[in-house]
């Protein structure tokens, strides 16, 4: 279960079929790929109370082993470059797999952003196999990712493959 800003309580299942329906959506208007990025990362950081900064990075062919960040929102960040294997955005891209820190402060390697992030998950985009970016996430709460949240970003990391 999860609680809406206006206090509702529904399932997590519920609010995440929504919210892919919602994406999907934007991600089929007639907007730049830049405003889609944004408007989906918005969505989310919006709808689900526990999402507090949603980030797409990229990968570029010129710089393969570079994260750029190329949307987000939230708090600014000094880290909108990141290299492989640096961080845990930079781990789960050497490592191509989604990667959930429910504790970040037990994490070695771990690049902050801010004191006040409890809890970070990161899941790879692919593209015909490559990897092409991702999509980050930072909780102010601590161990809020459940299965369900992996699954649900996992779909929206694949709607959003081609717009990278
Ligand atoms: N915490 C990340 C850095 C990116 S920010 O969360 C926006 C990491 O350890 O890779």
């Not at 929504?18 to 907007?31: G, H, M, V």
């Not at 996430?137 to 970003?153: G, K, Y």
């Amino acid at each position: 279960m999860v609680s809406l800003k206006g206090g509702q309580v529904i399932r997590k299942s519920k609010l995440f079929a929504a919210l892919t329906l919602n994406a999907k959506e934007i991600l089929k208007s007639e907007i730049d790929r830049s405003v889609k990025l944004e408007a989906i990362c918005k969505l989310l950081k919006d709808k689900v109370r526990y999402y507090n900064w949603v980030g797409f990075y990229a990968v570029t062919k010129e710089r393969p082993t570079e994260l750029v960040l190329v949307s987000y929102m939230g708090e600014p960040t000094q880290h909108s470059r990141i290299q492989f294997g640096k961080g845990i955005c930079g781990q789960a891209a050497m490592l191509r797999k989604t990667l959930v820190v429910q504790d970040v402060s037990k994490e070695d390697n771990y690049l902050s952003c801010s004191s006040k992030v409890k809890s970070e998950i990161v899941v790879p985009i692919f593209r015909n196999k490559e990897i092409v970016g991702e999509l980050d996430i930072d909780s102010h709460v601590a161990s809020p990712f459940t299965l369900e949240d992996e699954a649900f970003l996992k779909e929206i990391a694949e709607m959003v493959s081609e717009f990278l």
